[in-house]
Structures are given as structure tokens and as C-alpha cells.
């Protein structure tokens, strides 16, 4: 038993700087992308925003079919037809997923009409951008059931026939808010956290389930009308993001089976920050970048 637990700890650290080299090499060298031809998407929150570019982004990539969820049918039908342009099979289905039983029966629904799903990214989300204080109860229920319970319900729905399958992909499309919070969005940010967190068991969780991976995407403030309004103080230092380029990094990620992205990769910085320096010089950081101020001027979707 002795020589066993010495020899463990002999080829511990060796394994550690193995799969540190083979990362290394991986950022060099073109990895294999994994082929999407054979696989049915379903995006939630897909009529706008990030979801429709990643509609668009799985479509030029192949992607079998794509499947739409979405709470305004206008939207859903606009990006279906351009996506049905492109020359993808793709529907969609009005579905709440903060609502658990209307989450279940969609997903049965789906099944019947369109297939097995095979990649599910969890994009739909709300922010109500208020203190505490400010918010009213019911707005704060709200985030949580879309943002952070709606994931729990979705994958819940879908995973069990990927595991049947050994094929599939579980997306969280999160937000850096997950990791560093900003005053003016708690619900938002609260939301995040719990599904970053709901990830990471999840991920684990997957280990030893052949075929079926998990990637989180922790982008930095993107551009789109669920943000509108919100500054930052050096906006040429700290660009917004464009959606395009968050869902082109999704989908590659899903594509290398990427557990975790930071978008920028500047973003690894903050994290790094975080866990070694004191709170009060933290606090100055945000006071010198505008993070307690970048809400003041939020206004939503309109």
C-alpha cells in the first residue's frame, strides 16, 4: 500500500506537467475541429442577440439542425427564415425556460418533431439593472428562473438521451459578472454566479460519461441590447465585445472541447487578481476602471 501511494505521487506532478505541455502545444499547433454535420443544435434565447449569431455561426459551420427557443415569436421567426436561407434545416418553439413544465413539454415536443438533441447551449438570459433595494421581488424571482433554474430544467431535459447516446454537448453562455460582480445588476450577477457554479459540478460531474463534454463562456461586457446603456470608463482600453465574435469563440470551443472560456483572454488577468491581491486595492481598481458607476447609465432592451 505504502509503495502504491509513493508511486501516485511520483507520477502526479509528471502527469501535471504533461497535460501543462500538451496545452502548450495546443496553443500553437491547429487542434482538429470536431465536426458538426451530424449534430441538432438547440439554442435558448435564440431569436437575438448572442443566440442569433450563434444560430448563424453553427449554420456556417454545418450543423445538422438548428432548433430555436425564444419567449417573442417575432424574433424566433426572423432568425428561423435566415437561418432556413442559409440552407439549415432550423425551427423554433416559443418556450419560457424559467418555467420548468413548459421547459419539459417543449422538449418533448422537440424530440418529436425535429430529433435527438445533441448540443444544447444555454444562452437565454435577463437583467433587470437595479440595486437590491430597488428591485422588485418578483423581477429578482425572474432572473434566477431564467438565468440559473432554466439551465437545471433544459439539461435536465436533454442530457439523459445524450447519455444514451454517448453524444453531446452541454454550452453555458455565462458572463465575467460570474466571477467579478458590479453594483446595479445583484440579480444578474447573483444569477451568474449560481450558474457558473451549476457548471462547474456539472463538468465534473461528466468525467466519466464518454461522448458528452461541457464548455462555460465567461465573456466580458458585449454589445447588445440587453446591455444597452451600460459604460465603462475606458471604452478604447475595454472594448465591448461583439456578438460575432462571442459566438465564433463559442462555437470553436465546443468544436476543441473547451471546458472554460474567457473572452477577452485578458479576462484570465482579473482572475488572477482576484485571488492574490487585498481587498482594498481591489476596490480601487474598480473605483479607477468605473465598475461601481458603469450601471448608472443602463437602460435595457427598449
Not at 34 to 40: C, I
Not at 82 to 102: A, K, L, P, S
Not at 142 to 151: E, M, R
Not at 284 to 296: A, L, P, R, V, W
Amino acid at each position: 500500500m505504502v509503495w502504491k501511494w509513493l508511486g501516485a505521487l511520483v507520477v502526479f506532478p509528471l502527469q501535471m506537467i504533461y497535460l501543462v505541455a500538451k496545452a502548450a502545444v495546443g496553443l500553437v499547433l491547429p487542434a482538429k475541429l470536431r465536426d458538426l454535420s451530424r449534430e441538432n443544435v438547440l439554442i435558448t434565447g435564440g431569436g437575438r442577440g448572442i443566440g442569433r449569431q450563434l444560430a448563424r455561426e453553427f449554420a456556417e459551420r454545418g450543423a445538422r439542425k438548428i432548433v430555436l427557443w425564444g419567449r417573442t415569436e417575432k424574433c424566433l421567426k426572423e432568425t428561423t427564415e435566415e437561418i432556413r436561407q442559409m440552407g439549415t434545416e432550423c425551427h423554433y418553439f416559443i418556450c419560457d425556460v424559467g418555467n420548468r413544465e413548459e421547459v419539459y413539454q417543449t422538449a418533448k415536443a422537440v424530440r418529436e418533431k425535429v430529433g435527438d438533441i445533441t448540443i444544447l447551449v444555454n444562452n437565454a438570459a435577463v437583467v433587470h439593472g437595479k440595486s437590491l433595494m430597488d428591485s422588485d421581488d418578483d423581477a429578482l424571482l425572474k432572473s434566477q428562473h431564467i438565468n440559473t433554474l432554466g439551465q437545471f430544467w433544459t439539461t435536465k431535459a436533454f442530457l439523459p438521451r445524450m447519455l444514451e447516446l454517448q453524444n453531446g454537448h452541454i454550452v453555458c453562455l455565462n458572463s465575467v459578472l460570474a466571477l467579478s460582480a458590479i453594483p446595479g445588476a445583484i440579480d444578474y450577477c447573483t444569477s451568474k454566479a449560481s450558474a457558473f457554479a451549476f457548471m462547474e459540478s456539472l463538468t465534473l460531474g461528466l468525467l466519466d460519461c464518454p461522448g458528452v463534454s461541457a464548455t462555460t463562456v465567461l465573456p466580458f461586457h458585449t454589445s447588445t441590447e440587453m446591455f444597452q446603456g451600460m459604460r465603462v470608463r475606458f471604452p478604447n482600453l475595454f472594448p465591448p465585445l461583439k456578438p460575432e465574435t462571442v459566438a465564433r469563440r463559442t462555437v470553436e470551443a465546443v468544436q476543441l472541447n473547451q471546458a472554460l472560456l474567457l473572452l477577452p483572454w485578458t479576462m484570465h488577468a482579473l482572475v488572477i487578481l482576484k485571488s492574490i491581491l487585498p481587498q482594498a486595492a481591489l476596490e480601487e481598481i474598480y473605483k479607477f476602471s468605473g465598475t461601481y458607476t458603469c450601471m448608472n447609465t443602463f437602460k435595457g432592451r427598449t
